[in-house]
């Protein structure tokens, strides 16, 4: 069982073989050749992505950037050089993932064009949809370039470092700020919240 947990690639592939024994013995959570299943399984990929970004977010913001200034200078690389930059990585690929699975999903179940124009009967996942898409603009264009400065993933300057350090830091908290009212209407669309 050990060599399972000491590799993040089998353990991820050991959840995947245990959803589909549960699902083999189960058999009625849904066949691949029933017309609903590849609106379910794009829902559970959307699920997926979405909590991978949106829990790297609340790291950043609950845990990385408030605990820096805790940090003795001399452990700060460690953070800076290895951990920053690998979780920066999955931060904004789970985002463009999200996206993509969001508006698939979205196009699977024919409320796309309802939901971005903000039409009822698809209101409120169109608006989780826009904070979202402003959300993913800003992991990709504002946060990410700013922090290849901030961690000297590219050249600049000590006064753009500090800079971009605080703008990507700021955009993470609009961010963090965005996803409460874009988490309620994702999930009132379904439940009758709004």
């Known amino acids: 069982m050990g060599v399972i947990f000491q590799s993040l690639g089998r353990t991820i592939l050991a959840g995947v073989v245990i959803l589909a024994v549960i699902l083999g013995i189960g058999g009625t959570y849904g066949k691949i050749g029933e017309p609903?299943?590849?609106?379910?399984?794009?829902?559970?990929?959307?699920?997926?992505?979405?909590?991978l970004w949106i829990g790297l977010l609340w790291y950043f913001n609950f845990v990385q950037i408030?605990?820096?200034p805790k940090i003795p200078d001399e452990q700060k690389p460690a953070i800076g050089k290895v951990i920053a930059p690998t979780a920066l990585f999955w931060f904004r690929w789970a985002a463009l993932?999200?996206?993509v699975t969001g508006l698939l999903l979205a196009?699977?179940?024919?409320?796309?064009?309802?939901?971005?124009?903000?039409?009822s009967p698809a209101?409120?996942?169109?608006?989780?949809?826009?904070?979202?898409?402003?959300?993913?603009?800003?992991?990709?264009?504002?946060?990410w370039p700013n922090q290849k400065k901030a961690l000297g993933i590219?050249?600049?300057?000590?006064?753009?470092?500090?800079?971009?350090?605080?703008v990507a830091m700021l955009t993470s908290r609009f961010n963090t700020m965005?996803?409460?009212?874009m988490l309620y209407f994702m999930v009132a669309q379904q439940n009758g919240g709004f």
């Not at 609903?36 to 909590?51: A, K, P």
């Open 123 to 143: 209101t409120a996942i169109g608006i989780g949809m826009w904070l979202a898409l402003v959300m993913a603009f800003n992991v990709w264009f504002i946060i």
């Open 107 to 119: 196009w699977l179940n024919g409320y796309l064009v309802q939901a971005l124009s903000l039409q």
């Open 66 to 68: 408030p605990s820096m």
């Open 178 to 181: 965005f996803s409460i009212p």
């Open 97 to 99: 993932a999200t996206v």
């Open 154 to 166: 590219v050249q600049a300057e000590p006064e753009a470092k500090t800079r971009a350090a605080r």
């Open 36 to 51: 609903f299943y590849w609106q379910f399984f794009m829902r559970w990929l959307h699920v997926l992505s979405g909590v």
